[in-house]
């Protein structure tokens, strides 16, 4: 079992006073004191706000200062734990809490123990870090620092700014560094007011009263694209690394040209910089716009055959340059939206901090509708979104399978088929995991029916499949009454892409007229630009766990394979079809026979017995069940998901 050894040091007697060890779990007094040889200077530059880290390669050190605010010392004693550094690594001492003074003063005779299980020092939950890293305040700070890594330099110097941020920048640092594969030793210090003793290899100070470093203008573009991923997930930047093959070089330099051949930055003022040869040397080139994740700063392109023109979805009005319109945000003392204002001399990471979660107005020209709508500033920056929308009469649970779907995302349901995603706008996806994924999900309580006069979407994604660009996806849920009439609460059908119908198989009768619901809308689709012919399909027999006794529903329902799979999709839309035409339902398989691409599912929103004991909860709580396998075939179908595999789906 791995385990560290700790040293306690005394404040110094004045300014030149001498450092003494108080306490320490180690055997040899010489070791003790080379440790104190190799950290006196690092010891005296230290202050209460931070720590320091010291690594060879080998051994590493860690120092973190304890004091108390009324004495008039920097710092009242340091404690440091020392071993090997592949135990006691950045990645480890960044997650570890501070040390509470009353804990090393507990042990006499000047001996502390070992710490000899590294895994009990850690927090309770070590992702809190990850969260400070990827804050805007973070990713500002960290892609000057990247730059300049990235470069070569060996000693960058960062402003001195207020604990915990040096560290989350750490983390950011360290985090993206291991998976571009550079695990080379460097050291840092979050917080050193004095000039701290500069160590061989790598290093990162941050001091107060410093000039801020200029970005190195030929890693600008690589700096910004790896820290914005890495704040829209460090999962989807390890797979876009992986994707464009930039992990595949053994050799460091190499693995550096590639990513300067997928964000190419200015060129070095010479033709001499090893980098830039290296670059040259590079022969993997790939285009600048990638298909993983966008940097925040740069303007995703439109997908291939579509103008850079987006459709509000709420008025139908064509934004030709989305890009141009002003960015707001809602003030809550105000109960309004607010115009930002960016400065014009604004830096890129600026910029994208203020406009990170704005919105954009539309301009609405005709005035159809008769307030102001806004819409989040990412719906249109990744080309025309993809618009879904749920079809069903009230209580056949079409509220009820959108909830469990964005419950199923929430939770990660998406990357067991390899394909990403992430709210385009955090406030409203917010609004409806409280409003409706926790109530359904955590507490078990049956879901209110879709509020009537609803014109907007529930729910907005940014899809990123493992190939292929980004996507933006929005879930329109309109009240099952609205839907049987022809008004303009369904603007959203005349640029509809798909549409989920949803069946109720306690509906299913004998009359053989199927889903009102279906026909009005099927009817109202006809009459506008698109066409069933152009639209895409999936028909969802919800609610199966009331059929889960019956074949083939019983054996669908057992079934839920974490797969792309065109021949799988078909088996099953053959099976439904053929469940509901012996149920005397083809009329509701309208929607499979008049549109381009269809499939048919099986599907349980509660995955319970499909009935609440007393109208307000369900008694056994809520499991979904293959909820997910519907919107992974309208991914497909409508383009989202891309490939030969993708294409057969719903033919």
């Not at 960290?142 to 110097?157: H, K, N, Y």
């Not at 990162?204 to 203008?217: H, L, W």
């Not at 009331?546 to 799988?568: G, H, I, Q, Y």
């Not at 369900?618 to 891309?642: E, N």
Request: a negative charge.
């Amino acid at each position: 079992m791995s385990s560290l050894d700790q040293i306690v040091f005394g404040v110094p007697r004045g300014a030149g006073g001498t450092i003494l060890p108080t306490a320490t779990s180690l055997r040899d007094c010489a070791e003790t004191e080379r440790w104190l040889t190799r950290l006196d200077p690092w010891l005296r530059t230290g202050v209460r706000a931070g720590r320091a880290y010291l690594t060879s390669g080998v051994q590493a050190a860690l120092v973190r200062w304890k004091g108390d605010t009324t004495l008039s010392n920097a710092w009242r004693f340091s404690h440091v734990l020392v071993g090997q550094a592949a135990t006691l690594s950045p990645s480890y001492v960044l997650q570890l809490p501070d040390l509470p003074a009353e804990q090393v003063w507990l042990f006499s005779n000047d001996r502390i123990p070992r710490i000899e299980d590294v895994g009990l020092s850690l927090r309770p939950v070590p992702n809190a870090i990850e969260n400070r890293a990827r804050s805007a305040s973070a990713i500002e700070l960290l892609v000057p620092l990247l730059s300049r890594i990235l470069a070569g330099e060996q000693d960058v110097t960062k402003p001195g700014t207020v604990p915990p941020l040096p560290d989350a920048v750490m983390w950011g640092l360290v985090s993206i560094l291991l998976m571009l594969g550079d695990s080379r030793p460097f050291s840092f210090h979050t917080y050193a007011p004095g000039v701290p003793a500069i160590p061989a290899g790598r290093f990162v100070s941050f001091r107060p009263a410093v000039a801020v470093p200029s970005t190195d203008p030929r890693f600008e573009q690589a700096a910004i694209g790896l820290a914005t991923s890495y704040a829209d997930g460090p999962v989807q930047l390890r797979r876009m690394l992986l994707q464009h093959g930039i992990l595949e070089p053994a050799d460091q330099a190499d693995r550096i040209a590639r990513l300067l051949d997928l964000w190419p930055g200015s060129p070095p003022p010479t033709g001499n910089d090893q980098t830039r040869n290296a670059h040259v040397r590079g022969t993997h080139t790939m285009n600048a716009d990638f298909g993983g994740q966008m940097p925040a700063t740069a303007a995703p392109m439109p997908r291939p055959g579509q103008g850079s023109e987006v459709i509000c979805p709420i008025c139908l009005h064509q934004i030709d340059d989305w890009e141009g319109l002003s960015h707001w945000r809602w003030d809550s003392v105000q109960e309004s939206y607010v115009e930002l204002k960016i400065p014009p001399d604004a830096s890129r990471q600026y910029r994208a901090r203020l406009q990170r979660g704005s919105m954009v107005r539309c301009p609405d020209p005709q005035h159809v509708m008769q307030d102001e709508h806004y819409l989040p500033a990412d719906y249109g920056r990744f080309g025309p979104p993809v618009v879904l929308g749920f079809i069903g009469v009230t209580k056949s649970g079409k509220s009820h399978l959108l909830t469990a779907m964005v419950g199923e995302m929430e939770r990660g349901g998406l990357r067991e088929y390899g394909i990403g995603s992430r709210p385009i706008d955090h406030a409203l996806h917010k609004r409806f995991l409280d409003g409706w994924v926790r109530p359904l999900m955590t507490e078990g309580k049956v879901l209110p029916g879709t509020q009537e006069g609803v014109v907007t979407f529930a729910d907005a994604f940014l899809i990123s499949p493992a190939s292929g660009p980004d996507r933006p996806v929005a879930l329109f849920d309109v009240a099952g009454g609205e839907l049987t009439q022809v008004d303009d609460t369904k603007q959203f059908l005349d640029i509809a892409d798909g549409l989920i119908f949803v069946v109720d198989p306690v509906q299913l009768d004998a009359d053989g007229l199927g889903d009102l619901t279906f026909n009005t809308v099927l009817d109202l689709v006809k009459s506008t630009e698109i066409q069933p012919g152009q639209l895409s399909a999936a028909i969802v027999l919800n609610k199966a766990d009331l059929l889960r006794f019956e074949d083939p529903v019983a054996f669908w329902l057992r079934s839920d394979e974490k797969a792309l799979d065109a021949a799988e999709f078909i088996r099953e839309s053959a099976d439904v079809y053929a469940f509901l035409y012996d149920k005397g339902a083809g009329a509701w398989t309208r929607p499979y026979r008049e549109c381009a691409r269809a499939t048919l599912h099986v599907a349980s929103a509660t995955g319970g017995s499909g009935r609440e004991s007393d109208g307000a909860v369900y008694p056994r709580g809520v499991t979904p069940r293959r909820v997910l396998r519907p919107l992974v075939a309208m991914l497909a179908m409508t383009g989202v998901l891309t490939g030969a595999e993708a294409g057969r789906v719903g033919i």
